[in-house]
């Protein structure tokens, strides 16, 4: 099994600025993906984070909002940029169990609130 | 759009009671169901992957159920304990990408 680390697991921000959240897992992975969950509503993927190659976003984000980066098969960053009280969400990063297809190890979250 | 729905959102059972849940998804190019655990601060946690119709999965206390033609899968806990609270989520893999449910929240009295 795999093992999933998150940085940081919460954080308050003011409106305008941007945070940079950082995931690690403890082997290597082709794929790693990040999540959002806004309050009351499902996990929704926010992009497809692939080693030497651009992320995948899904519609509705855009990597000028949500940049990822993916400099080797075990680390990824999102970025939250220009935040507004609406980013306020649950955020996570998963990476395929590598058994059962799209069974999904997740990390622990990170929980931000925009001000 | 491929939509997963989970009924309740939230549930308070008292401890020692049982106690079950839906979650209900498209039952055309079914493939695969999957239920995770969510506890606060922790990760979610796969319970099990369902793919025949007529499935029963169980890990201790807790079973699953899947009926792939009318698209519902039920989760069954048995004997709830404080540690079961968590929210419970489904997820069918769509074409692309995976669909999940906004969750049902198990909270369980003491």
Redesign the interface.
Same mark, same amino acid.
């Given at each position: 099994s795999a093992v999933?680390s998150q940085k940081p697991?919460r954080d308050i921000c003011q409106r305008g600025t941007s945070l940079t959240i950082q995931c690690q897992v403890d082997s290597q992975v082709t794929m790693m993906f990040w999540y959002r969950q806004q309050p009351?509503?499902?996990?929704?993927?926010i992009a497809t984070a692939n080693q030497g190659s651009e992320a995948t976003y899904?519609s509705g984000f855009v990597i000028d909002k949500f940049p990822i980066s993916r400099p080797n098969l075990t680390f990824s960053t999102l970025t939250v940029s220009n935040m507004s009280p609406e980013d306020s969400s649950i955020y996570?990063c998963s990476a395929p169990?590598g058994g059962?297809?799209?069974?999904?190890?997740?990390?622990?979250?990170t929980r931000l609130t925009v001000l | 759009i491929l939509n997963?729905e989970q009924s309740p959102q939230s549930l308070h059972v008292q401890e020692g009671d049982s106690t079950n849940f839906t979650c209900s998804f498209p039952s055309s190019n079914f493939y695969?169901l999957?239920w995770?655990r969510w506890e606060t @601060?922790?990760?979610?946690?796969?319970l099990f992957?369902m793919t025949l119709n007529g499935d029963e999965k169980k890990k201790g206390r807790i079973s699953a159920t899947l009926n792939t033609k009318e698209g519902y899968s039920y989760l069954y806990i048995k004997g709830s304990q404080p540690e079961d609270s968590a929210t419970y989520?489904c @997820?069918f893999?769509g074409d692309d990408?995976?669909?999940?449910?906004?969750?049902t929240r198990l909270h369980i009295l003491p």
């Open positions: 999933i697991s009351g509503q499902s996990l929704t993927l899904e996570l169990t059962i297809p799209d069974t999904q190890y997740f990390g622990p979250g | 997963v695969a999957h995770y @601060a922790k990760s979610p946690e796969a992957v989520l @997820a893999p990408k995976i669909i999940f449910g906004k969750g």
